[in-house]
């Protein structure tokens, strides 16, 4: 008697390896590692305030490296560039199309060379769009580690060199990676309302949710930036109204988030304001440190019709070698008036389609993106090029898709058989 030819599996009682599981596994690390390699990408190398200072060349360099590594690896999950249509991106090209045009004006390599990049951005997005709107909400996912990994690397900086870490007129930057108390306050920032936002949807366990939110709140705290506060607590409250009539921890949250903060207005109002004020007069505050100043050079810089409406190309956002921090003056800057005008398509874009989408997590996540990020803009570069903020937005378009269909399985499970079912077959 001849027997079938069973597959028999070297431990008794093992599972076979799934090919669709592993095919799964392999595809969501390699496109977490693009995503990471995307943000990484739009921390800017700053020499002088990190423990290993690189030269500016080499550390500018291992920065830029990381977009074209991350073009290769999504081309690697991507391989036939399918695509799927979106507005975000569609606008975000004519943004581009304006720098190229610019460009192709002005002629300078450094403007060129920012230009390129954009475009290898826009292209790296396009190709992760097949897994947007997945019923996971693996960018979601993906993009809260990529925070909380640089949020550890700003509490490591603090136990091996609180000296560096704190030199930056005494607040937090991280220092393994050279990262600036703004920038660390903006991870902190949307690290903490989308952990909170999560668990208000009780996808993230109490216990996780509140060490990860008092964690990230003290490195915002840390990095004094005002920016980030109340961005954290404007599209909290935006998020947690889209929310409020159909989840009763939202409601319970928000009440006890406003008893506590009129006990603190009450009971430490000295300590805030003094918080606030940064040690600043009124002048610093009046000028938004300054900011004001670097806005007037921008609107006085003599101008042609052509450079008002196109701008001067993409530069590193600064004029005289001094930072502009404004997304809108930026944008006049380097795009002109079309580039503001595309600007405000983008946001606009975002808010008013959460606005009619059905209320829930995905609604409220968008909301809580969206307001942030609009109100970051008035004092933080923006989506006139490469920056975490146009990650941020493409995160929150990424959620009003529809989820990609789910692939069936290409091959049946393979059966299992302990050595008692083995031997009974046996002639």
């Known amino acids: 008697m001849t027997l079938p030819a069973f597959p028999v599996l070297r431990y008794p009682g093992a599972v076979p390896p799934d090919p669709v599981a592993a ?17 990484f990408n739009t921390m800017t190398y700053t020499p002088g305030i990190g423990v290993l200072d690189f030269p500016s060349k080499i550390g ?20 036939k560039l399918k695509v799927r249509p979106n507005v975000l991106l569609c606008v975000e090209g004519l943004l581009l199309l304006d720098a190229l045009i610019t460009a192709l004006q002005v002629h300078k390599f450094g403007t060129m060379y920012r230009t390129f990049r954009l475009a290898e951005y826009v292209v790296a997005l396009w190709l992760l769009t097949p897994w947007w709107g997945r019923r ?13 990994v640089a949020l550890a690397s700003a509490f490591i900086g603090i136990v091996i060199s609180p000296h560096h870490a704190f030199a930056y007129g005494g607040r937090l930057s991280a220092v393994l990676w050279p990262i600036l108390p703004t920038q660390l306050a903006q991870y902190a920032a949307i690290a903490a309302g989308l952990t909170i936002i999560l668990w208000f949807a009780r996808l993230m366990s109490g216990r996780t949710a509140a060490v990860g939110v ?52 009450i009971a430490a109002a000295g300590v805030l304001t003094t918080w606030l004020a940064r040690g600043q007069g009124m002048q610093g505050l009046t000028s938004l ?7 007037s ?13 196109f701008g001067f190309g993409l530069t590193n956002a600064s004029i005289n070698g001094l930072p502009i921090d404004s997304n809108w003056l930026s944008a006049y800057l380097q795009e002109g008036l079309i580039g503001v005008g595309i600007c405000v398509t983008l946001y606009s874009f975002v808010l008013v389609a959460a606005f009619f989408r059905s209320t829930g997590i995905r609604r409220a996540i968008v909301l809580f993106l969206g307001t942030y990020c ?16 146009l990650l941020n937005l493409v995160l929150a ?26 031997a009974a077959v046996q002639p």
């Open 374 to 389: 609009l109100l970051a803009s008035f004092t933080e570069d923006g989506v006139s090029g490469v920056s975490p903020y």
């Open 214 to 265: 008092a964690f990230a709140v003290a490195i915002l705290l840390l990095s004094h930036t005002r920016t980030a506060l109340i961005g954290l607590v404007a599209g909290l409250l935006v998020a947690g109204i889209s929310l409020f009539l159909i989840n009763a921890r939202v409601r319970k949250f928000l009440a006890t988030i406003a008893a506590v903060a009129t006990v603190a207005v």
């Open 297 to 309: 050079a921008v609107l006085n810089l003599p101008r042609t019709r052509f450079e008002e409406l």
């Open 136 to 148: 996971d909400m693996m960018l979601v996912w993906c993009h809260l580690r990529c925070l909380y």
């Open 60 to 79: 500018k360099g291992i920065a830029q490296g990381s977009l074209p590594v991350a073009l290769l690896l999504a081309l690697s999950v991507n391989p």
């Open 23 to 39: 095919r799964e596994r392999s595809l969501r690390r390699r496109v977490g590692l693009v995503w990471a390699l995307l943000l």
């Open 397 to 422: 378009v990424s959620l009003f898709m529809a989820g990609p269909a789910r692939p069936a399985s290409s091959a049946a499970p393979v059966p299992t058989f302990t050595p008692e079912e083995l």
């Open 289 to 295: 440190t300054g900011r004001t100043t670097f806005w």
